[in-house]
Every structure is written in C-alpha cells, then in structure tokens.
C-alpha cells in the first residue's frame, strides 16, 4: 500500500519507540550531571586542593568520576543523538515524506534553544546549540554504510589531537614571546609594538584558559554576584566558545553522532545482539579502556595542578601526548558501559528503576533544561549563592538530589502526558502544529508522541 502523500508529517507513535534507547538516554542525561556540576558550584582550578592529596575524600570523588564516567556521558548522549537523526529520517521515509526540510527546520530551533540556554539561563556548558550545529553536518551523512562511518571516530581523533595540537602550539608561542618581551622590559628597554601586544595577547589568553589566584577570585565574585554580575561572566566566555573556538569543538561531536548512526545501523544500540557479542564488547572495552583511563589519570595526580605549573609545563614542553589516550580510553568505556546495560534491559533487571530511566530520557530536553535551572538558582549569587561553598564531594549530594526528583517526576509525568513541556514545544515548532499533549484515556487509543 503506498502512502498518501497528502499526509501531514508527524512525531512517532508511542509504542515505535526503542525502549533501549530511552533508558540508555536516561542514564547519559543523569550522568552529565555529575560533570557539569563542578562548572555550575565551584572556581577555575577547583581541584589544586586535593589533586595529590589521596587522603582526602574529594581526590577519591574526582578519582572515580574521571575514570569511569568523566566524557563517557557525554559520548554516549553524542551517539544517541546521531541514532536519533537516522530514527527521525527513517521513519518519516516510511512515512512517505521527506525529513529534510523538517530535519533543519528541527536543529534551527535546537540552535535557538541553546543560545537562549546559554544566555539567558547562564549556563556556559550549553550542549544544544552545539548539538544543533553538529546535527545539520551529521545529516549529511545518514546514508554512509555503517563502516565508514565508525572509521570517523579514529580519524577524528587524528584531526581533534591535531587541532588541539595547534592551539597547545599557539598558547605556548605567546607564552614564549611575552616572556621575551617582559625580559627587555625589566631591562628597562623600549618594547617594540610586536613586544606590546604579545603581553596584550599572553595577558588575555592567561585570563580566558589559566587564570591565577586574582583572576580566579574576581571570577568568583562574579558568580556570587546579582543576574547581570554573573551574566557580564558568563555570557563573553560562553560566545566564545560557541564562535571562535566552534571549529576546535564540532569534530568530536561529529564522530560521535556518526558513530551512533553505525551502531544503530548494527543494531547495537536497539539491543539486535546476542548476549555473548555484548559481554566480548563489554569485556575488551574494559579490559584496555581501564588500564588506558588509570595512566592517564596517574600522569594527572604526578603533575601539579595549578595555573603556574601548567604556565612551566608550557615553556618546557613543545608538545604533550597524554591527549592521544583520551579518546580511545573513552570510546573503549563507553561501549562497555553501554553493552552492560543493554544486558540488564534486555534480561529485565532492575524493571522498575529503568523504566524509570526510560522515562527520564524520553524528557531528556526538559529534565536537561531543569538540571541547569535547579543548580544555578542553587549555586549562582542571585540564588541561594552556594557558588565556592560546598566541597567536591558535597556536590554530588545535590546531583543525586537532582537525579531523585527527575526519576520520579519524570514517570509521573510521562504517565499522563505523551510529551516533556519542552519536547512538545520543540516538536509543535518543528512541525509547524500544535502537537496533542495528554495522553489518551485508553491504551489502545491511537496518538503521536515524542520522537
């Protein structure tokens, strides 16, 4: 039977979804937390306190983040997303309707929400607008054979270290140039033009990626400050990223989302394997990626921590390869956390608490939004001004807080309603209709919900 073509577009029915890939959302959405916190509560350098003290209960904290979920999360969320886009076109595809128009008309609005996240509710780890600019190059490439498509991530790991590479190069000729030009002035010599603005340069660039102790305690006052204090912060350091230093950030994403289309494609993130491939996946993947993520974390704790000793580690090292370990070790992480848990889900473990997750990840754009909302009213000055008060550890107290409420209100929600407040908003944009909201009084009801 061919498909009426004079039929409107519209997000996928309730019972299409992957339930997979719901719970594994859940459980990336829950985990970011755990790494944007410290950005949300605490100054640059926050770890110089405890970062070779192994005594102390915040080095084990940061230990075990760091080694088992610290870019994990984020690469899982990253692959979710590209399996995501190969989701929504292939179901408008059997639909019979195209899905680019409505493809961008759907990452333009993500774009939006992420400036609007970003600048107005001040959060400078904004993922949205990222996502959004990525997603319209991942597209692109929906229709590449699976293999290829995982070949991008060690090829982007290439161009990554070799564009980090460049910048680290960069940082360290003004480094080097503003060191000559403040030698001839303690000479008490004339600086050149050149010489004045490499101290101009050096100075900026010191402020914006080492700050000292003045610069980190200014910052500090900032954030502990009223909206516009931390917004005059926030907002120059977040465009930034979102502008000059985009082209540094977009491959890692890009890989990740299309390597989540090949595993899509495979059939790993929907759960098509057997059992045995994901405990082969999940035993390589920790058998090398834990002993990688342990050296990498022990050259760490061996080097100091600090602005100064990184400003020494620059102008005594033309290059550091500890970059190359990080993203084969969290690749390798990834998959194998992933890999478990699609064996509990597929053997039904823990049911109650994953359909949970399940609900979590269906509003992973709202329960994302108020993870932001819930820590700067928490932490930021025109808040309750926790910023700098609380110790590491202390902040995952108030992650798991955050996780409790969303994992129940999250089911509570869903129970009534086929969509998150601000999936429904995203989707009734995207496709230009307002979009039924409350779920049908009977089950076997027929409806559109979230994608």
Known sequence: MQPNPSTKAQPVAQ?????????????????????????????????????????????????????????????????????????????????????TGLFYRRMGWLVLFGLIHAHVLLWEGDILYGYGMVGMLAFLFRNMKPRYLAMGVPLVAIIDFTGSALFYQNVRNQRLEYNKAIAIEKQHKPLSKEQKEAITTWSATEKEFLPNKTIIAAHTRSMKSDYSGVAQYIRPLTWGFQTKYLIFLIWDVLALMMLGMALYKWQFISGGWTDAQYKRTAFIGYAIGLPLVMIDYYHDFTEPSDSAAAITYIETHAMSWWGLIYPFQRILLVMAHASVLILLVKHGVWRAFTKRLAAVGQMAFTNYIMQTVFCTLFFFGYGL???????????YFVVAAIWVIQLIVSPLWMKYFLFGPLEWVWRSLTYWQMQPMRRPAFDNEPVAAIN
């Open 15 to 99: 019972a299409d979804r992957i339930q997979t890939i719901d719970i594994l959302r859940g459980v990336a959405l829950l985990g970011i937390l755990m790494m944007n916190i410290p950005a949300f509560a605490m100054p640059e350098q926050f770890s110089e306190v405890f970062h070779q003290d192994w005594h102390s209960i915040n080095f084990w904290t940061d230990a075990i983040i760091d080694v088992f979920f610290e870019g994990k999360m984020r690469a899982l969320f990253s692959m979710l997303f590209g399996a995501g886009i190969l989701l929504f076109v292939m179901r408008k595809k059997d639909a019979g309707h195209s899905s």
């Open 385 to 395: 001004n926790y910023f700098a008060e609380l110790e590491f550890y202390q902040l």
